[in-house]
Every structure is written in C-alpha cells, then in structure tokens.
C-alpha cells in the first residue's frame, strides 16, 4: 500500500479524532499533523466534557462510532466505563459530553497506538490560518509556525453558526447560541421562553429549561406517558418556526427494512434514462413501503397543518402528531407507523451516494433544497425517545406551544420582540435561536480565515449544479479531493452542499474511512 507519508489534519473533534484513529490503525503513514484551534483534541464543538447535561447525543448508543466496521464502538467503551452509564441502555440517548469523554479516551489511546507504531505526531493547539498547495505538498500556516504536509484534511467539523438578524429590543434579551452558554442560568422560573426553530437544538433547548436543576421532574403514570411535575419551575416555552414540523421519533425497534425499488443501483439505473424527479423517487419509496405492508400518506406528511385555521388548532394538531410519533416509536416491536424513520437510516448511504453522483436532476434537487429537506430531516434526524415524551407531557400540561408561518422578528411597540407568523404576532421578551442553521456559502464574510485563504487562491469553489451556485462547496465526491486542488480534502460540513445534509456519527466515519481508501489507492 502507497500513499502519502505527512497528514495534516485540520480541526480534531469528532471527525478529526475519527481519522486520526483510522489512520493510525490502518495506514503506512509516517506522520500526523493535528491542528485544534481550541486546545483540546478529541471532543470537538457539540461534546465538550463541561457541556449542559440535559443535551442528549440525538443517535441511540449503540450507533455511535469511529469506524463503520464497528458501529458499537461507544457502547463497548461505556461496558468498561459504567460510571458514565450505571443503567446503560444500548438504545437510550445520553448526554453529549459522555461522548465527549469517550472521544478524549480515543484520542490519548490513539495518541499511544501511533508511539507503539513509530508514527511521528505533532499537535498544535492553534487555528490554522493559511493553506497554498507547494508542487506535490500543502503549506499551511499558522500564527507562530508554518508546515508542510503531503496531504491535508479539512476535518473541521462545524460550519460558522448564523445568527438571527433583528434590531436589538430594548426590553427583551436573544441567546444566539445555547451551546457552552452560561446565559440560561438567570433565566426566571416564571419566564415564558420563545425559541425560533424547530431543530434538535431547539429541543435541547426545552430540556435545558425543565431539567431537574430548575426544580421540576417527570413521573412516568400507569400508562408509561409521562407528566410533568413543575415545583419551582413555572416556565413556559413556545417552539416558533416557518414550517411547525416536530421531529419524529427515534424507533426502540426498528423496523427490519427490505428494499428492492430504492437502491443506489435502481436509482442510478433509472438515472440512464432520465433525470430524477422528486416524484420519481417518492415512488420507489412508495413501492418499498408497500412491499413492507405500509401505505405513505404522502400529502399528510408534507403540509401535516394544512387543515388548520388558526394559531389554537395548529397546537393542538401539534401534539397529536407528537403523540402519534412517540406511539410509533416506543412499541415493543416494530412499528409501521415509523417506517420513514427506520426507512431513513437503513438507506442512509444510498441516499448520501444518490446526491453525491448527481441522479435527481438540477431542477429537482433545487426544490428539494428549498421545499422538502426540513420534512426529510424530521425522519433522517429524528429525537430521542425521552425528549419526546418530555415534549409531551409539557404540551399537555399547558406549557410548550407550537407556532408555525414564522415570516419575521420585529421590534414591537412596547419594546419586546413581535415574532410574526401565519396566525398573527407573538410578543417574546426572551428569545433563543435554535434554528441550527450553520453558514455553508463560501463567498459569506463569515467564513473563518483558513476557507477565506483558499477561495481566494481558487482551491475551494462553492458547489453549483446547473450554473447555479449553492452551499458547500465544490469536491471530487468519490474521493472527497476538493475541486481545483491536488491533496486538498474535505470531510466537513461543506460536504453538505453536494451531499445529504444529516447528523450521523457513521456517515461521516464512512467518509473518512472512504477519503483514506481512495487517498492511499491513488497513484504515487
């Protein structure tokens, strides 16, 4: 096996630590340069040891990986690490920053794996600044220090969040970012709490507000639902977004899936002939649902709302819904009713490979984009069972409300802000962006220095189809080599441009794991 003997790795949290992890176990490679602009190597930004408890990793236990070879990575760790899970429940959800630990763990035993090895490994602890491609090497730069690697990989993770625009109020307060934020701590116990965005983070959000900490509990009745038991806390939280989609539920059981209509191979087939419209894959999915004893309901699911009228029947179809999806999900066995969900997962890499060859046409994959991801991501990136619930209880007890026709967020006449929506104006005096919405345009301002150094020397394009420029940006996706550039890569979230857009520990471990193939394959 040849391939390049210097590596440069750029960003090491969950994605960084991942390669640094497979390559050390499986390459002839010499040296590793790691670069983590915060110091710390191997939790990366959402599993920070310190981080709030009440985040929940959105993936069950027992998918959580490295490598896809071995999806059970985390749960066997966790077997020799009780005390991070005295009751562990290969199927449960638990707090980000276990992963985190795991991920330090990983990282401090790869470290002595590569000694054992003799691979040389450098760590610095600085945000790399610069990045120029050196005939066969890339250069890159630093505040205090240059190298040269033969290869580098963006392995940085997190694109730049984006804020929400508004006019400052005078009498209300906004949290932009609920990550590592100690701006919830003063919130009142009496405080009604408006988050803007119907994310997973927007439910971290909820579960951050009636933790234990502040007072209140969840106590399962006799029919195992639970509800709420307030104490001290008298908050309430109202979840305000443009579409007012929950997310479904992650299955306790999964369904056991076969799929013959959509493949990667079928769609590729049906790609020869014409290019793929929206409609066309909706059918293969029909067809597959069928042939797994399920009928979609495909009108209900994309305009779950379309019958209500006013603000007071969007909510209470909200937690229908929301009743609905838990039902399906918690069965003892396998449940029809979540087939999209279960669906989602078990044609995960078909899905990411059918975007990544281009088989929907441009014009489909333009209104995907802008019409039918947020309704795809509610399966792809479903919530945890026990958010749900809590959702639930609180939504029956009078306090969670869902507002949907989100369209804008002014300063209103009394100084709090006025949250338009389909059915009128939400006054809000505290205000949470939860809307997960992470920068992916390379021209934008606020792209870190090192993606500004290599746009601007025409190694890194944004990703267009069709002429039309879009987000992420423009790379070689059966090698993940960044267009225009020789041993530039990228496994980020710029992927998710000309890629799926999901949140999943084993896509992008099978994305490292696929960049190294293809870089260790490729003629010296």
């Known amino acids: 096996m040849h391939g390049p003997r210097h590596i440069a790795l750029i960003g090491c949290g969950f994605t960084g630590t991942s390669a640094f992890y497979q390559l050390v176990e499986n390459y002839p490679v010499k040296e590793i340069s790691i670069f983590e602009a915060s110091g710390v190597f191997g939790p990366g930004f959402p599993y920070q040891e310190d981080e709030c ?18 999806r059970r990575a ?16 290969a199927q449960g959800h638990l707090p980000r920053s ?25 760590l610095v602890g600085h945000e790399a600044t610069v990045m120029r491609e050196d005939g066969d090497g890339v250069h890159i730069g630093w505040e205090g220090g240059d190298i040269t690697a033969d290869m580098a990989i963006l392995t940085t993770g997190r694109c730049p969040d984006v804020g929400v625009e508004m006019d400052k109020a005078p009498r209300a307060r906004v949290i932009q970012n609920h990550i590592m934020s100690d701006a919830f701590d003063d919130i ?31 106590e399962a009745s006799d029919n195992g639902a639970l509800k709420f038991m307030p104490g001290a806390n008298n908050r309430s939280v109202v979840l305000c977004s443009r579409s007012g989609r929950l997310k479904a539920v992650t299955s306790r059981a999964p369904m056991a899936i076969t799929r013959k209509h959509f493949t990667i191979d079928a769609l ?52 229908i819904l929301l009743e609905a999806a838990i039902l399906a999900a918690t069965a003892p066995k396998s449940s029809a009713g979540n ?21 929907l046409s441009a014009e489909a994959e333009k209104l995907y984009r802008a019409k039918v991801e947020t309704a795809a991501l509610c399966y792809a990136a479903a919530c945890p069972a026990s958010t749900a619930q809590k959702l639930l209880a609180l939504h029956r007890a009078g306090r969670l409300r869902v507002v949907r026709g989100v ?69 070689d996706m059966k090698t993940f080599r960044a267009i225009g550039a020789k041993n530039i890569y990228l496994a980020n979230m710029l992927l998710w441009g000309p890629g799926f857009f999901t949140s999943s520990a ?7 794991e696929r960049l190294l193939k293809a870089a260790f394959e490729k003629p010296s």
Not at 109 to 118: D, E, M, N, R, Y
Not at 195 to 217: E, H, I, K, T, W
Not at 293 to 304: K, S, Y
């Open 53 to 70: 408890p009440d985040y929940l990793i959105n993936n069950t236990t027992d998918t959580m990986c490295l490598a896809p070879s071995n």
């Open 74 to 89: 985390f749960l066997n760790w966790l077997e020799r690490h009780r005390e991070y899970a005295p009751d562990l429940d």
């Open 339 to 359: 087939f999209l969900v279960d669906f989602a997962q078990h044609a995960l890499m078909d899905i990411w490979d059918a975007f990544a060859e281009n088989l």
């Open 188 to 218: 009142a116990l009496d405080a009604t709490v408006h988050v803007l965005g119907a994310s997973l983070s927007a439910y971290d959000v909820v579960n951050r507000l009636f933790s234990p900490q502040s007072g209140c509990r969840f």
């Open 506 to 512: 084993y896509l992008m471990a099978s994305v490292v």
């Open 268 to 319: 590729r087939q049906a790609a020869q002939e014409k290019p793929l419209t929206l409609d066309d894959v909706a059918q293969m999915i029909s067809r597959d649902a069928k042939d797994n004893g399920v009928e979609l309901d495909w009108p209900a699911m994309v305009e779950p709302y379309a019958a209500c009228r006013s603000g007071e029947e969007v909510n209470t179809r909200a937690g």
């Open 407 to 475: 369209s804008d967020v002014r300063v209103g006449e009394g100084g709090d802000f006025a949250i338009h929506h389909a059915h009128g104006v939400e006054p809000a005096s505290i205000l949470v962006n939860a809307t997960g919405g992470v920068d992916r345009k390379l021209a934008s301002n606020g792209q870190p220095a090192l993606i500004k150094s290599l746009v601007a020397t025409g190694l890194l394009a944004p990703y267009a189809r069709a002429g039309a420029i879009a987000h992420g940006a423009a790379v």
């Open 98 to 122: 276990v992963y985190g630990a795991f991920l330090k763990d990983v990282f401090a035993s790869t470290l002595t794996l590569a000694a054992v090895k003799g691979v040389a490994v450098r």
